[in-house]
């Protein structure tokens, strides 16, 4: 950025660089190029005084703008010098601002931060936690192996520091240390194991990071901690609850046996999912030796099943590959929910969650089935997301729900979108195939395809034809006569290569058909793509063999230019089949057989899922969803045989509670056996229980209060130290939630109490949405967790806890059994006059103002953009589709229309230099990478116009060129229509009075007022929806602005004779205005 940083990067010498820098910035500075750059030394230099100055408010307001540079991602690397002779200054302020700012650039300027490290040191036993923490983070981002063992020592230091947020950041040092050193590893993993056995939700996440970088073969060092992880699981922080939960499913895989061998019947035969539940149960009881489930895997399965509701989406992602993975099949169905929740999120999270739901739904197809709407596809979706959900729908096809889906196909095959048009055809194949029902009808929907106008279709069908008449060896002559008289007008060498194979191939059924086919073929054989050349070598090749009469002399000729081919491919075969069917001296005993070999009958292709294979990669990993394994990923071992010993998850109680409770807090023991007690209970109880521990895949009713308020308890921890820790644990003891449970779990509930009283933070006040059952069923499962929690020896010294539970109509997440969402929440929490408030609020009730209607069809008007004159041969047009823009929802949809009218073709075109006013945005459609001569193309872009009609301007560029075009929105083009009552129209008109309102008189003929001709007259000027109205003479149109969402009201009101008054009510005058002169003129024409 400037000649200072690269002066220093070159050179050794800090100071000496530094001054050379600038005097080489002075001497440039007066020329004009160099203005802007001059402007930023000065800036810096201004930085640099206030760093030296002797006052701390200087130091500290420069410190503030610095790190505000950072953030805006501007580079203040040359500032280092001045800002690391600051690291000493007794301002915790300015010592914290000045740890940021280092921890950023310490890598960078490595020689500099290593002058200071015996300050870095100092700060590591300081006062204040967050400078040992930063101090600890400035250490370890300094990547020079000679300051190894200061950090391995600080590292030491940290892990035991009181602080569980400098526990953390030594965790997160322990792995930038390895990557520094990989032979520090023994070291490290003594760290990494003093680390597990922390209690604090606050180092959970981080050390199992660690322990995944440097050691994930280590699992002994995980028995230990096994069932402490999974009860603190639900407070940790939310990218440390993925980590950990993906380190818990590998550790599953080794330390289990696998529960799905009860369930393996089930899971074979598809149709078992639609018996039944006497039939089924029937099945069941007539299995022998049932599955008895390990108390430690039960505990694993149900303490994640509350995170299925967290606010995060790698979270649930996490969670639902341990079900798939590791839960038994019967259980599996609850994710299927929460994975059709997440289709809500942004198109990013969309696809990946997408592409998980593609690999299960191959394999169990009834968990999705139910949501089978939710993956139709959408107009707005991205390609991606299309073919994806596409891909999904195909593998849920069954007899029952074809005939939907066929005709759900039958509109995709008729979108815009050309990928997914394609992508569809070869879905109806797929379909074909796979549902031998409607194969017949699918080939028939296929062959009226080839009559489309576009290309691409008929292209695609003429593929996915052959591929079913290949599977069918019945007598298809007609299509294939068909399909023959669509060799002169298709153009794709895909198409025309599978016309021909199939004429090869059936030859002998279209005697005098393919001679005829093989003539015109060889005509154009010269200018033919290489994949038709050979299918046409082929052709020849079995005419000769079968009807040589007529067409030997036609092969020859095809042999002799194929001989010459350029192409090397082209040439060996035309060599291979001279050989093979012309016999000679030369000939080998092959050619006795060249008609069995060109003859023979084909394999049919296996059209198969491209998802079919990943399911050996673990779900939700980067590896699965590019399906090749990448860099660090740990593949799941097979479930063992037989499962090791379950006593190394044992721990000893007594020695845990002496090493964790410090001298004169006695009170800490009781809470500690609680935490470890529950596993005996559990190796006590599961034995008579377990079988019945099935969740039957119904929704979960528990609250997760625990992940959303995961942040803000870190950040208390941190700030009050360990013995706040203690505080927070025995307040949340008093204040623990009550958790109503759907699932038909018996003993594990007592165990259930005890994790969440013992997890819960006193800070969870915050309330997610969740699913739940009904209330009365949430009441009647606490009263029996009540009357069992009198029983445990633990439970009876605690104090009795009262509870208040409240109805709270909230965003319902539930697509297609809306249900009440009964939500438990803490007296303390919320006070009774906010719950109040929160009862009343409800959501479906809100105003349909601003609800976005389907516009008013009106002819397209297309303005130029560029003249082909002035494009060289490129002429482009654009128009305004008026629909919603699906790359922004600020934006106007912008459709440009490419066209060569050239002889040549036209490479590379894209947008280049973009010249926008101040706020203005573009989304840019994708390169073009040539256009063909006389060829178009229709691409979309975005525009931001920001509620103006100011000029987009920009150059359309191609390999050669770049042309200077803008874009000016009629103010029509920058609303969309909205629907909305009378009622509510005269309510907001109501509100947009005095400034807010313009009005004009218009003059005109009668007949220029009627109903039909007021409307078409104003949707052409202007992109309105129609407010129905219950008065004659007064016609309403509503939209809103496209960028600020503001109301646009517009009453064409008819007075008596030939007059009528325009009224327009928005906030948006100026536009209001305009809009008003656009329209008097054309409501006045004749």
Same mark, same amino acid.
């Given at each position: 950025?400037?000649?200072?940083?690269?002066?220093?990067?070159?050179?050794?010498?800090?100071?000496?660089?530094? /001054?050379?820098?600038?005097?080489?910035?002075?001497?440039?500075?007066?020329?004009?190029?160099?203005?802007?750059?001059?402007?930023?030394?000065?800036?810096?230099?201004?930085?640099?005084?206030?760093?030296?100055?002797?006052?701390?408010?200087?130091?500290?307001?420069?410190?503030?703008?610095?790190?505000?540079?950072?953030? #805006?991602?501007?580079?203040?690397?040359?500032?280092?010098?001045?800002?690391?002779?600051?690291?000493?200054?007794?301002?915790?302020?300015?010592?914290?601002?000045?740890?940021?700012?280092?921890?950023?650039?310490?890598?960078?300027?490595?020689?500099?931060?290593?002058?200071?490290?015996?300050?870095?040191?100092?700060?590591?036993?300081?006062?204040?936690?967050?400078?040992?923490?930063?101090?600890?983070?400035?250490?370890?981002?300094?990547?020079?192996?000679?300051?190894?063992?200061?950090?391995?020592?600080?590292?030491?230091?940290?892990?035991?520091?009181?602080?569980?947020?400098?526990?953390?950041? $030594?965790?997160?040092?322990?792995? #930038?240390?390895?990557?520094?050193?990989?032979?520090?590893?023994?070291?490290?993993?003594?760290?990494?194991?003093?680390?597990?056995?922390?209690?604090?939700?606050?180092?959970?996440?981080?050390?199992?990071?660690?322990?995944?970088?440097?050691?994930?073969?280590?699992?002994?060092?995980?028995?230990?901690?096994?069932?402490?992880?999974?009860?603190?699981?639900?407070?940790?922080?939310?990218?440390?609850?993925?980590?950990?939960?993906?380190?818990?499913?590998?550790?599953?895989?080794? +330390?289990?046996?696998?529960?799905? #061998?009860?369930?393996?019947?089930?899971?074979?035969?598809?149709?078992?999912?639609?018996?039944?539940?006497?039939?089924?149960?029937?099945?069941?009881?007539?299995?022998? #030796?049932?599955?008895?489930?390990?108390?430690?895997?039960?505990?694993?399965?149900?303490?994640?099943?509350?995170?299925?509701?967290?606010?995060? $989406?790698?979270?649930?992602?996490?969670?639902?590959?341990?079900?798939?993975?590791?839960?038994?099949?019967?259980?599996?169905?609850?994710?299927?929910?929460?994975?059709?929740?997440?289709?809500?999120?942004?198109?990013?999270?969309?696809?990946?969650?997408? +592409? &998980?739901?593609?690999?299960?739904?191959?394999?169990?197809?009834?968990?999705?089935?139910?949501?089978?709407?939710?993956?139709?596809?959408?107009?707005?979706?991205?390609?991606?997301?299309?073919?994806?959900?596409?891909?999904?729908?195909?593998?849920?096809?069954?007899?029952?729900?074809?005939?939907?889906?066929?005709?759900?196909?039958?509109?995709?095959?008729?979108?815009?979108?050309?990928?997914?048009?394609?992508?569809?055809?070869?879905?109806?194949?797929?379909?074909?195939?796979?549902?031998?029902?409607?194969?017949?009808?699918?080939?028939?929907?296929?062959?009226?395809?080839?009559?489309?106008?576009?290309?691409?279709?008929? $292209?695609?069908?003429?593929?996915?034809?052959?591929?079913?008449?290949?599977? +069918?060896?019945?007598?298809?002559?007609?299509?294939?006569?068909?399909?023959?008289?669509?060799?002169?007008?298709?153009?794709?060498?895909?198409?025309?290569?599978?016309?021909?194979?199939?004429?090869?191939?059936?030859? @002998?059924?279209?005697?005098?058909?393919?001679?005829?086919?093989?003539?015109?073929?060889?005509?154009?054989?010269?200018?033919?793509?290489?994949?038709?050349?050979?299918?046409?070598?082929?052709?020849?090749?079995?005419?000769?063999?079968?009807?040589?009469?007529?067409?030997?002399?036609?092969?020859?000729?095809?042999?002799?230019?194929?001989?010459?081919?350029?192409?090397?491919?082209?040439?060996?075969?035309?060599?291979?089949?001279?050989?093979?069917?012309?016999?000679?001296?030369?000939?080998?005993?092959?050619?006795?057989?060249?008609?069995?070999?060109?003859?023979?009958?084909?394999?049919?292709?296996?059209?198969?899922?491209?998802?079919?294979?990943?399911?050996?990669?673990?779900?939700?990993?980067?590896?699965?969803?590019?399906?090749?394994?990448?860099?660090?990923?740990?593949?799941?071992?097979?479930?063992?045989?037989?499962?090791?010993?379950?006593?190394?998850?044992?721990?000893?109680?007594?020695?845990?509670?002496? /090493?964790?409770?410090?001298?004169?807090?006695?009170?800490?023991?009781?809470?500690?056996?609680?935490?470890?007690?529950?596993?005996?209970? /559990?190796?006590?109880?599961?034995?008579?229980?377990?079988?019945?521990? %099935? @969740?039957?895949?119904?929704?979960?009713? @528990?609250?997760?209060?625990?992940?959303?308020? %995961?942040?803000?308890?870190?950040?208390?921890?941190?700030?009050?130290?360990?013995?706040?820790?203690?505080?927070?644990?025995?307040?949340?003891?008093?204040?623990?939630?009550?958790?109503?449970?759907?699932?038909?779990?018996?003993?594990?509930?007592?165990?259930?109490?005890?994790?969440?009283?013992?997890?819960?933070?006193?800070?969870?006040?915050?309330?997610?949405?969740?699913?739940?059952?009904?209330?009365?069923?949430?009441?009647?499962?606490?009263?029996?967790?009540?009357?069992?929690?009198?029983?445990?020896?633990?439970?009876?010294?605690?104090?009795?806890?009262?509870?208040?539970?409240?109805?709270?109509?909230?965003?319902?997440?539930?697509?297609?059994?809306?249900?009440?969402?009964?939500?438990?929440?803490?007296?303390?929490?919320?006070?009774?006059?906010?719950?109040?408030?929160?009862?009343?609020?409800?959501?479906?009730?809100?105003?349909?103002?601003?609800?976005?209607?389907?516009?008013?069809?009106?002819?397209?008007?297309?303005?130029?953009?560029?003249?082909?004159?002035?494009?060289?041969?490129?002429?482009?047009?654009?128009?305004?589709?008026?629909?919603?823009?699906?790359?922004?929802?600020?934006?106007?949809?912008?459709?440009?229309?490419?066209?060569?009218?050239?002889?040549?073709?036209?490479? &590379?075109?894209?947008?280049?230099?973009?010249?926008?006013?101040?706020?203005?945005?573009?989304?840019?459609?994708?390169?073009?990478? %040539?256009?063909?001569?006389?060829?178009?193309?229709?691409?979309?872009?975005?525009?931001?116009?920001?509620?103006?009609?100011?000029?987009?301007?920009?150059?359309?560029?191609?390999?050669?060129?770049?042309?200077?075009?803008?874009?000016?929105?009629?103010?029509?083009?920058?609303?969309?229509?909205? $629907?909305?009552?009378?009622?509510?129209?005269?309510?907001?008109?109501?509100?947009?009075?005095?400034?807010?309102?313009?009005?004009?008189?218009?003059?005109?003929?009668?007949?220029?007022?009627?109903?039909?001709?007021?409307?078409?007259?104003?949707?052409?000027?202007?992109?309105?929806?129609?407010?129905?109205?219950?008065?004659?003479?007064?016609?309403?149109?509503?939209?809103?602005?496209?960028?600020?969402?503001?109301?646009?009201?517009?009453?064409?009101?008819?007075?008596?004779?030939?007059?009528? +008054?325009?009224?327009?009510?928005?906030?948006?005058?100026?536009?209001?205005?305009?809009?008003?002169?656009?329209?008097?003129?054309?409501?006045?024409?004749?």
């Amino acid at each position: 950025m400037s000649s200072n940083s690269f002066a220093y990067n070159e050179q050794s010498g800090g100071g000496e660089a530094t /001054e050379l820098g600038q005097e080489a910035a002075s001497t440039i500075s007066p020329s004009g190029a160099f203005g802007l750059f001059s402007s930023d030394m000065k800036k810096n230099e201004d930085l640099k005084q206030m760093l030296e100055s002797s006052k701390d408010s200087a130091k500290l307001d420069a410190m503030k703008r610095i790190v505000g540079m950072i953030a #805006k991602g501007k580079n203040a690397s040359e500032l280092f010098p001045a800002v690391v002779k600051n690291v000493a200054s007794k301002n915790i302020e300015i010592k914290k601002l000045v740890y940021v700012y280092l921890v950023r650039y310490a890598e960078e300027q490595q020689d500099l931060a290593l002058l200071s490290i015996s300050t870095f040191q100092r700060a590591l036993k300081d006062p204040n936690q967050l400078i040992r923490a930063s101090a600890l983070r400035v250490l370890s981002s300094i990547r020079v192996p000679i300051i190894v063992p200061i950090m391995m020592l600080a590292i030491k230091e940290a892990s035991a520091d009181l602080s569980p947020y400098v526990r953390k950041n $030594a965790a997160h040092a322990i792995q #930038k240390l390895y990557s520094l050193d990989p032979e520090q590893k023994e070291m490290l993993i003594e760290i990494i194991e003093k680390l597990l056995k922390d209690k604090s939700t606050l180092v959970a996440g981080s050390v199992v990071m660690a322990f995944e970088e440097v050691c994930p073969d280590r699992i002994d060092l995980i028995h230990k901690n096994y069932r402490k992880l999974c009860n603190l699981l639900v407070d940790v922080e939310e990218w440390g609850q993925v980590v950990i939960i993906h380190m818990l499913t590998r550790y599953a895989r080794t +330390q289990f046996v696998s529960p799905w #061998k009860e369930g393996d019947g089930l899971e074979d035969n598809e149709k078992d999912f639609y018996d039944s539940d006497e039939e089924q149960k029937e099945k069941t009881d007539k299995r022998k #030796k049932p599955y008895t489930m390990d108390p430690d895997h039960r505990l694993l399965i149900r303490n994640t099943k509350p995170l299925l509701q967290s606010r995060n $989406a790698a979270v649930v992602m996490a969670v639902a590959q341990l079900y798939w993975h590791i839960a038994p099949k019967s259980e599996a169905g609850i994710i299927s929910k929460s994975l059709v929740r997440l289709l809500r999120s942004n198109r990013e999270v969309q696809y990946i969650v997408l +592409q &998980n739901i593609a690999t299960m739904s191959i394999q169990r197809k009834g968990m999705f089935e139910p949501y089978l709407k939710s993956f139709y596809v959408r107009s707005t979706d991205p390609t991606m997301i299309k073919i994806l959900k596409l891909e999904i729908l195909t593998n849920l096809a069954n007899e029952a729900n074809i005939s939907t889906l066929l005709r759900e196909f039958q509109t995709y095959v008729k979108s815009q979108d050309k990928q997914f048009a394609a992508a569809t055809i070869q879905t109806i194949g797929r379909c074909a195939t796979n549902i031998s029902e409607v194969t017949d009808t699918c080939l028939n929907g296929l062959v009226c395809l080839l009559s489309n106008r576009d290309e691409i279709v008929v $292209a695609e069908s003429v593929v996915v034809i052959k591929k079913l008449l290949q599977m +069918q060896p019945v007598q298809h002559g007609e299509i294939i006569k068909h399909m023959a008289k669509l060799l002169d007008s298709i153009t794709v060498p895909v198409a025309r290569a599978s016309i021909l194979w199939l004429i090869g191939e059936n030859c @002998e059924r279209v005697p005098k058909i393919a001679p005829d086919v093989l003539r015109k073929t060889a005509k154009s054989f010269t200018s033919e793509d290489d994949l038709v050349k050979l299918q046409i070598l082929n052709l020849g090749a079995k005419l000769y063999l079968t009807n040589s009469k007529q067409t030997k002399l036609l092969t020859q000729y095809i042999l002799n230019l194929g001989k010459y081919d350029q192409n090397y491919d082209i040439r060996d075969r035309t060599r291979f089949i001279r050989q093979l069917i012309v016999p000679n001296e030369k000939s080998g005993a092959l050619s006795k057989y060249a008609k069995k070999i060109f003859l023979a009958q084909k394999p049919a292709p296996l059209l198969e899922s491209p998802f079919k294979d990943r399911d050996h990669f673990q779900l939700g990993t980067l590896s699965h969803t590019l399906n090749s394994k990448a860099t660090g990923y740990l593949e799941l071992s097979n479930w063992p045989e037989v499962a090791p010993d379950p006593s190394v998850r044992n721990v000893e109680v007594i020695e845990l509670a002496k /090493e964790w409770t410090p001298a004169g807090k006695a009170k800490k023991e009781n809470p500690d056996k609680k935490f470890y007690s529950e596993s005996e209970e /559990e190796e006590d109880s599961s034995e008579s229980s377990s079988d019945s521990e %099935s @969740e039957s895949g119904s929704e979960s009713g @528990e609250q997760d209060e625990e992940a959303d308020s %995961s942040e803000d308890s870190s950040e208390h921890e941190g700030e009050s130290g360990s013995e706040s820790e203690v505080e927070n644990k025995r307040a949340a003891k008093k204040n623990s939630k009550a958790k109503g449970k759907s699932d038909s779990e018996d003993v594990d509930k007592e165990n259930e109490n005890s994790q969440t009283s013992d997890s819960s933070n006193a800070e969870s006040s915050s309330i997610e949405d969740s699913s739940s059952d009904s209330e009365s069923e949430s009441e009647s499962e606490s009263e029996s967790e009540s009357r069992k929690v009198t029983k445990e020896k633990e439970k009876k010294k605690k104090q009795d806890r009262s509870f208040l539970t409240k109805d709270i109509s909230l965003l319902d997440l539930d697509d297609f059994n809306p249900v009440s969402t009964p939500v438990a929440l803490p007296t303390p929490a919320l006070p009774p006059s906010l719950i109040a408030d929160l009862e009343g609020l409800n959501l479906s009730a809100s105003s349909s103002v601003i609800s976005v209607s389907t516009p008013v069809f009106i002819p397209v008007k297309t303005h130029v953009l560029l003249h082909r004159m002035s494009g060289k041969g490129l002429a482009a047009h654009y128009f305004f589709p008026r629909h919603t823009c699906i790359f922004g929802d600020k934006m106007v949809s912008v459709q440009i229309t490419l066209k060569n009218t050239t002889d040549r073709k036209i490479e &590379n075109i894209h947008i280049g230099e973009k010249k926008l006013p101040v706020g203005m945005q573009m989304h840019v459609f994708n390169p073009i990478e %040539s256009l063909e001569p006389e060829g178009s193309i229709t691409v979309s872009m975005g525009i931001d116009f920001c509620d103006s009609t100011q000029t987009a301007s920009f150059q359309l560029c191609t390999k050669d060129d770049c042309f200077s075009v803008n874009i000016q929105p009629p103010v029509g083009e920058l609303l969309l229509p909205v $629907a909305m009552s009378e009622k509510d129209f005269k309510k907001e008109q109501g509100m947009l009075t005095g400034m807010n309102e313009t009005s004009a008189i218009i003059i005109a003929a009668p007949q220029n007022f009627t109903s039909s001709v007021i409307l078409q007259k104003v949707v052409n000027v202007a992109n309105l929806g129609v407010v129905p109205s219950g008065q004659d003479n007064i016609h309403r149109f509503a939209a809103k602005t496209v960028h600020s969402g503001s109301l646009m009201l517009v009453t064409v009101e008819l007075k008596e004779g030939s007059t009528a +008054q325009l009224i327009i009510n928005t906030e948006k005058t100026v536009i209001g205005s305009v809009l008003l002169r656009e329209l008097k003129p054309v409501l006045s024409q004749g």
